[in-house]
Antibody, heavy 120, light 107 residues
Framework: QLQLQESGPGLVKPSETLSLTCTVSGGSITSSSYYWGWIRQPPGKGLEWIGSINYSGSTYYNPSLKSRVTISVDTSKKQFSLKLTSVTAADTAVYYC????????????WGQGTLVTVSS | EIVLTQSPGTLSLSPGERATLSCRASQSVSSSYLAWYQQKPGQAPRLLIYGASSRATGIPDRFSGSGSGTDFTLTISRLEPEDFAVYYCQQYGSFVTFGQGTKVEIK
């Protein structure tokens, strides 16, 4: 059973870069059967897809966030990461890592989520 | 961007009743690339349905999905106490977008 776990700072200052990591266990991060993605959910609101990556590093980003987002993968550490630059209070959200079979697809495995607050 | 509009915003029902949730897309969703998720407070979303009508692994058969094009429906045939939650639709035919959610609450 695939398991995903997010980690990273819970507080980020405005204009700085938000950085999160997702550690994969119970399955291979180099499997061609999975794409690895990030989704966020502002408090009390709905879900927003940020983007995804596969084991070879091919990335797919939400056009509305593309200019600020970088998703990368480190297969040796069984991790993939999210960087979001120039954050504002609007980026405060629970950030989930998740996996699905295609670059844009349903998401069948999810991490528990981590709250990131943007505040000075 | 494909915008998904879910209705109603809140559905008040009793255990044992049938729930019908709607998801309407601003343009046709190719190949019925639509999924449904259940989310309970403090938890990550849980995949219920993909491909508009295929149940995910371990999902009870009281959950069913239907529809094509721009109109999709999630039906819960008989509500169990654990089914009261927020439900989201998601399209993945053109990037990925989610609906705003429907809350199913106990009447």
């Amino acid at each position: 059973q695939l398991q995903l776990q997010e980690s990273g700072p819970g507080l980020v200052k405005p204009s700085e870069t938000l950085s999160l990591t997702c550690t994969v266990s119970g399955g291979s991060i180099t499997s061609s059967s999975y794409y690895w993605g990030w989704i966020r959910q502002p408090p009390g609101k709905g879900l927003e897809w940020i983007g995804s990556i596969n084991y070879s590093g091919s990335t797919y980003y939400n056009p509305s966030l593309k200019s600020r987002v970088t998703i990368s993968v480190d297969t040796s550490k069984k991790q993939f990461s999210l960087k979001l630059t120039s954050v504002t209070a609007a980026d405060t959200a629970v950030y989930y890592c998740a996996s699905g079979p295609y670059s844009s697809s349903w998401l069948d495995y999810w991490g528990q989520g981590t709250l990131v607050t943007v505040s000075s | 961007e494909i915008v998904l509009t879910q209705s109603p915003g809140t559905l008040s029902l009793s255990p044992g009743e049938r729930a019908t949730l709607s998801c309407r897309a601003s343009q046709s969703v190719s190949s019925s690339y639509l999924a449904w998720y259940q989310q309970k407070p403090g938890q990550a979303p849980r995949l219920l349905i993909y491909g508009a009508s295929s149940r995910a692994t371990g999902i009870p058969d009281r959950f069913s999905g239907s529809g094509s094009g721009t109109d999709f429906t999630l039906t819960i045939s008989r509500l169990e106490p654990e089914d009261f939650a927020v439900y989201y639709c998601q399209q993945y035919g053109s990037f990925v977008t989610f609906g705003q959610g429907t809350k199913v609450e106990i009447k």
